[in-house]
Nanobody
């Protein structure tokens, strides 16, 4: 049975940092492309960070480029999103996602495995 458990969210002050984690069970990450999406209230789900399985290449939405970093640890079947210089505009529910495609798609519908979502709130 596939399960993905997210952790690491919470309340942080502007300018602060958080590191989100997703631990997968029921499948191996080695051949999966990974991603992080987020959804703010009243907005559509937005893809913000992507990592392909074929070559480990990464890509980021302009809104987070230079501040967020996606990484993976196949040995721990876990992937991460390290977030720095957070602003109130980063407040959202964050979702991790995995797909069997070798290149990470930019669209949510292409991902078959999802974490439960975790709240990140940036506020003073």
């Amino acid at each position: 049975q596939v399960q993905i458990v997210e952790s690491g969210g919470g309340l942080v002050q502007p300018g602060g940092s958080l590191k989100l984690s997703c631990v997968a069970s029921g499948f191996r990450l080695d051949n999966y492309a990974l991603a992080w999406f987020r959804q703010a209230p009243g907005k559509e789900r937005e893809g913000i960070s992507f990592m392909s399985s074929s070559d480990g290449s990464t890509d980021y939405a302009d809104s987070v480029k230079g501040r967020f970093t996606i990484s993976r640890d196949n040995g721990k079947n876990t992937w991460y999103l390290e977030m720095k210089s957070l602003t109130p505009e980063d407040t959202a529910v964050y979702y991790c996602a995995a797909t069997g495609y070798p290149i990470a798609p930019r669209y949510a519908y292409a991902y078959e495995h999802w974490g439960q979502g975790i709240q990140v709130t940036v506020s003073s």
